[in-house]
């Protein structure tokens, strides 16, 4: 499957430190031969200052030579910057973690510096020392560390770029350290500094060079190009995150730089469309006791346009799935890129954790769409569709009916090993998707292509994606 693999997609829009648990990941899964990823590894590490990594990493792919000696002396330059920053770093914390300065600090940062210069003789020079010495705890791999230094630096800083990068350099550092309630407002900070860049603000900036005029526009898009990777991390980890992708990726601005940027992410998006549909539509669990917002409830039915329009610039087994299921209302084919897109979800980094997760969630998509089409569905030939033994499928169908408000209008016969779906009559405003579906299924017996169901099967209603 090293075909549908995105490690190489996505690392690019990655600082180095975030590749490698993807890289780590790339090993155990054996997608690609193990000597090229070690050398990709390789590649990344001896750009750090996590030597000792790095000639672990030459030895693995040069047996029985010896690391370069450009790391000894990289490593002693190392330990005598790493001295004379921390001297630098504690001398400031010394004073801004001293009681009596905390309680003066206020909201105002240009108060705040003016303060500490008339009582500690600290200047904006000297708190830069934070920064820096935040940055070189990052490039050896203390993010713990580092993420304390980068603060204690944003809190008195009023140096933007600077505390631009101590933000990216923050929200890396928790994510490493996997403290994902704290990375998750980080990155809700960050892409509200990115976000707050108004048109006026962006114009104002560029006015001295009428060229320049689209350079802060663009540089806003890149920005959150480079957001949506990052988060990934954090939404595939935060109890949360899957319904707080589909809020953030499906607004406005951040859909059209998925469009626009990086389609390959729209994996991301059905994906967490699909492992959130169950609490959406109302299956009762300890996530349905959350509301939902309106954009989540309707996410299938929005990721699906989306999945159709840029379908001519990425698609996988993931997006295909959904596409065939609700667009081509082709069951056999959806069941046949179901079966593709669970190896997909359990190659994925970000993914592989929820795959019997997702696997149940698209199981439930299938079911959803086959009974508000059929009358009457055999409950053999609906198992077949969901990759199920007829056993297994009995069981999984029954269990599903139980959970769902399917219950109210489905009855099961187990003699007749059937279930009989009763439910009111649709509307006539709405019968337009079901002649849409029904006309797929006619279209395809005159080709001499199979139906979506057996004849015993009585198609009555329309699918349709709440």
């Given at each position: 499957m090293a075909e549908y693999d995105l490690s190489k997609t996505i690392i690019p829009y990655l600082d180095r430190h975030l590749a490698f648990p993807l890289l780590a990941h790339l090993r155990e899964a054996s997608l690609f031969p193990t000597e090229e990823v070690?050398?990709?590894?390789?590649?990344?590490?001896?750009?750090?200052?996590?030597?000792?990594?790095?000639?672990?990493?030459?030895?693995?792919?040069?047996?029985?030579?010896?690391?370069?000696?450009?790391?000894?002396?990289?490593?002693?330059?190392?330990?005598?910057?790493?001295?004379?920053?921390?001297?630098?770093a504690q001398a400031v914390l010394d004073v801004i973690q001293n009681p009596d300065v905390a309680q003066a600090l206020r909201q105002d940062k240009n108060q705040n510096l003016q303060y500490l210069k008339d009582n500690y003789n600290l200047t904006l020079e000297q708190i830069t020392a934070l920064y820096t010495f935040g940055q070189f705890q990052y490039s050896y791999?203390?993010?713990?560390?580092?993420?304390?230094?980068?603060?204690?630096?944003?809190?008195?800083?009023?140096?933007?770029?600077?505390?631009?990068?101590?933000?990216?350099?923050?929200?890396?550092?928790?994510?490493?350290?996997?403290?994902?309630?704290?990375?998750?407002?980080?990155?809700?900070?960050?892409?509200?500094?990115?976000?707050?860049?108004?048109?006026?603000?962006?114009?104002?900036?560029?006015?001295?060079?009428?060229?320049?005029?689209?350079?802060?526009?663009?540089?806003?898009?890149?920005?959150?190009?480079?957001?949506?990777h990052w988060s990934l991390f954090v939404y595939f980890n935060h109890p949360e995150g899957?319904?707080?992708?589909?809020?953030?990726?499906?607004?406005?601005?951040?859909?059209?730089?998925?469009?626009?940027?990086?389609?390959?992410?729209?994996?991301?998006?059905?994906?967490?469309?699909?492992?959130?549909?169950k609490a959406a539509a109302g299956v009762a669990s300890a996530a349905a006791a959350t509301p939902l917002s309106s954009r989540v409830r309707h996410a299938i039915k929005e990721v699906v346009k989306v999945i159709q329009m840029e379908e001519y610039q990425y698609h996988d087994p993931v997006t295909s799935f959904l596409k065939e299921l609700y667009i081509e209302f082709d069951f056999e084919a959806a069941q046949r890129e179901l079966t593709l897109a669970e190896e997909v979800v359990g190659d994925d980094f970000f993914l592989s954790e929820f795959k019997d997760e997702f696997l149940d969630n698209a199981r439930y998509l299938i079911s959803e769409a086959y009974c508000r089409i059929h009358q009457?569905?055999?409950?053999?030939?609906?198992?077949?569709?969901?990759?199920?033994?007829?056993?297994?499928?009995?069981?999984?169908?029954?269990?599903?009916?139980?959970?769902t408000r399917m219950?109210?209008?489905?009855?099961?016969?187990?003699?007749?090993?059937?279930?009989?779906?009763n439910r009111p009559p649709l509307p006539v405003y709405q019968n337009a998707v079901r002649t849409q579906a029904l006309g797929v299924a006619i279209a395809r017996s005159?080709?001499?292509?199979?139906?979506?169901?057996?004849?015993?099967?009585?198609?009555?209603?329309?699918?349709?994606?709440n």
């Open positions: 070690i050398a990709a590894q390789y590649a990344l590490a001896k750009g750090t200052n996590m030597f000792d990594y790095a000639s672990s990493l030459f030895e693995q792919i040069y047996p029985g030579e010896k690391a370069p000696s450009e790391f000894d002396e990289k490593r002693t330059n190392a330990v005598s910057t790493n001295e004379r920053l921390q001297l630098e791999g203390n993010y713990t560390g580092a993420a304390d230094y980068l603060y204690h630096f944003r809190v008195l800083s009023t140096d933007n770029d600077l505390n631009n990068s101590a933000h990216w350099g923050k929200l890396a550092s928790d994510i490493l350290t996997g403290r994902w309630d704290v990375a998750l407002e980080e990155l809700n900070t960050l892409r509200e500094a990115i976000d707050s860049r108004t048109s006026s603000s962006l114009l104002a900036s560029a006015s001295a060079n009428a060229n320049n005029l689209q350079e802060p526009a663009l540089a806003q898009l890149h920005s959150r190009t480079w957001l949506v899957r319904t707080l992708l589909l809020e953030t990726f499906l607004s406005p601005s951040y859909l059209n730089t998925i469009q626009t940027s990086c389609p390959w992410v729209l994996r991301y998006l059905a994906a967490a469309a699909i492992l959130s549909r009457k569905i055999d409950i053999a030939n609906l198992s077949e569709r969901l990759n199920l033994s007829p056993e297994e499928g009995e069981k999984w169908i029954v269990n599903l009916i139980r959970e219950g109210a209008d489905a009855k099961i016969d187990l003699e007749k090993n059937v279930i009989e779906i005159g080709q001499g292509v199979p139906a979506a169901g057996p004849k015993t099967d009585q198609p009555v209603q329309a699918v349709t994606v």
